[in-house]
C-alpha cells in the first residue's frame, strides 16, 4: 500500500516556479538588455557626432554578427536542414535586412529613446491575428490596447519624453545641456519608420518561432537568417558608399570604436541569447510589458549617463500608456498560453500518477 503524497498539488508546483531560481535568470536578462541599449545609445552618438552612414554602419556590424553566428552555430553540420525550415530562413532574412533599413532611419531621425520604445509596436499582429483567425470575443480589447499604443507614439512624437517639450517638466526649457543633445520636435508621420520597423521585427520573431520548434534548430536558422539579411543590405550598403555624400575619412575609425563592438557583441549577438532565454527559461516574449519594464529601466539610466534631453515623468507617462496598450493587445495570446500549459502540466500529472500506481 503506497503512502499519500506530500508537498500539495503538483500542477500548483510546476506551474508556479520558484522565485529564487529565476533570480539568476532575471539578473542575465537584465544585464543583457542594459548591454543592448547601451549599444543603441552609444550607436547614436557615434553616428550622430561621425555623420555616418547608419545603413553602412549596420551593414559593417551584420557581417562579423553574421560570421559569429555561423561559427558558433554551424547550420552545416547535424541533421540536415529541410528546404520548408531553409527558405523561410532566408526569406525571414529579407524581413530583418528591412527592419534594420528602417529601424537605422528611424534611429537617426527620432533617436534611441523612441526607436526602442517603437520597437514594441510589433504586438500589433495580436490585433491582426485575431481578425484573421475570426476570435473576435477579445476583440474590443484589442483594438483599445492598439488605440493606447498609438497615443503613446503620438505623445512621443511630440516630445513627451523630452526635458524640451514635456508638458510635465519642471525645468527651464532654455538650460537643456548641449545642443547635440538636445531632441527635435517631429511629427506623427516621422514616428511610422520605426513603428513599421518593430513590426516588422515582431513578424521575423513570429516567422522563425513557426519555422522552428525546437532551441537549437531555432539557433541554427538564426545563423541563416543573419547571414541572409546581410547578403540583401549589401547592395544598398554599396550603393550608399559610392552615391552617398558622407566622407570616406570617417568610416576608417569604425571597426576600433565602442560603439562598433558594441553593436556587434550586445547589439546583435548577445541579445539574440538573452531574448532566447527570456522567452524559453522565463516565458517572457518581447513584445510584453515585463519586457517593456526592464527596457524602460535601462533608458533611464542610459539617458542620464548620456545627458540626453529627458523628462522622467513624461517618459514613465510614455511607458505606461504603452504597457497598458501591449497588455491589452496581447490578451489573447495570454489566455491560450496560460490554457496550453495547464493542458501539458494535466498530462504530466497523470502520466506521474500511472506511472506510481504500477506495481513494484
Given amino acids: 500500500m503506497m503512502s499519500p503524497r506530500t508537498g500539495g498539488d503538483p500542477i500548483s508546483r510546476k506551474s508556479d516556479?520558484?522565485?529564487?531560481?529565476?533570480?539568476?535568470?532575471?539578473?542575465?536578462?537584465?544585464?543583457?538588455?542594459?548591454?543592448?541599449i547601451w549599444s543603441v545609445f552609444s550607436m547614436y552618438q557615434y553616428v550622430t557626432e561621425k555623420e555616418v552612414s547608419v545603413l553602412v554602419f549596420i551593414f559593417s556590424c551584420l557581417?562579423?554578427?553574421?560570421?559569429?553566428?555561423?561559427?558558433s552555430q554551424k547550420p552545416w553540420r547535424g541533421r540536415s536542414l529541410s528546404n520548408s525550415q531553409v527558405v523561410p530562413s532566408i526569406i525571414n532574412g529579407g524581413i530583418m535586412a528591412l527592419y534594420f533599413i528602417l529601424w537605422g532611419k528611424g534611429l537617426k531621425t527620432c533617436g534611441p529613446i523612441r526607436v526602442i520604445l517603437a520597437e514594441y509596436a510589433g504586438a500589433v499582429l495580436g490585433v491582426l491575428s485575431a481578425l484573421l483567425h475570426g476570435r473576435r470575443g477579445q476583440l474590443w480589447k484589442k483594438v483599445g490596447g492598439l488605440i493606447a499604443m498609438a497615443a503613446c507614439f503620438y505623445f512621443l512624437s511630440e516630445g513627451w519624453a523630452t526635458a524640451t517639450y514635456a508638458?510635465?517638466?519642471f525645468k527651464d526649457r532654455s538650460d537643456v545641456s548641449s545642443a547635440l543633445n538636445k531632441e527635435k520636435p517631429l511629427k506623427m508621420k516621422e514616428m511610422v519608420i520605426p513603428i513599421v520597423a518593430g513590426i516588422l521585427s515582431g513578424l521575423r520573431r513570429v516567422v522563425a518561432r513557426r519555422v522552428s520548434l525546437k532551441n537549437q534548430l531555432k539557433r541554427r536558422l538564426h545563423s541563416i537568417t543573419v547571414t541572409s539579411a546581410a547578403c540583401f543590405i549589401f547592395p544598398f550598403a554599396i550603393w550608399e558608399i559610392v552615391m552617398g555624400s558622407t566622407p570616406q575619412r570617417n568610416?576608417?575609425?569604425?571597426?576600433?570604436?565602442?560603439?562598433?563592438?558594441?553593436?556587434?557583441?550586445?547589439g546583435m549577438v548577445l541579445i539574440f541569447y538573452i531574448d532566447s532565454l527570456a522567452e524559453?527559461?522565463?516565458?517572457?516574449?518581447?513584445?510584453?510589458?515585463?519586457?517593456?519594464?526592464?527596457?524602460?529601466?535601462?533608458?533611464?539610466?542610459?539617458?542620464i549617463m548620456y545627458q540626453m534631453d529627458f523628462s522622467l515623468i513624461g517618459f514613465l507617462v510614455c511607458s505606461l500608456v504603452l504597457g497598458v496598450g501591449i497588455f491589452e493587445a496581447t490578451s489573447m495570446?495570454?489566455?491560450?498560453?496560460?490554457?496550453?500549459?495547464?493542458?501539458?502540466?494535466?498530462?504530466?500529472?497523470?502520466?506521474?500518477?500511472?506511472?506510481?500506481?504500477?506495481?513494484?
Avoid at 557581417?63 to 561559427?71: G, N, R, T
Avoid at 568610416?251 to 550586445?266: D, E, N, R
Avoid at 495570446?333 to 506495481?359: A, F, M, W, Y
Fill in 17 to 36: 516556479p520558484d522565485p529564487f531560481r529565476q533570480t539568476p535568470l532575471q539578473i542575465i536578462h537584465l544585464i543583457g538588455s542594459f548591454l543592448r
Fill in 63 to 71: 557581417v562579423p554578427s553574421s560570421v559569429i553566428f555561423l561559427a
Fill in 167 to 169: 508638458p510635465f517638466s
Fill in 251 to 266: 568610416w576608417k575609425p569604425w571597426f576600433s570604436s565602442w560603439a562598433y563592438i558594441s553593436t556587434v557583441l550586445f
Fill in 280 to 303: 524559453e527559461r522565463l516565458h517572457m516574449v518581447v513584445s510584453s510589458p515585463r519586457h517593456l519594464m526592464v527596457s524602460a529601466v535601462c533608458i533611464i539610466i542610459m539617458a
Fill in 333 to 360: 495570446e495570454r489566455i491560450r498560453k496560460t490554457t496550453s500549459n495547464s493542458h501539458s502540466l494535466v498530462d504530466d500529472t497523470i502520466g506521474n500518477d500511472q506511472s506510481l500506481s504500477l506495481p513494484s
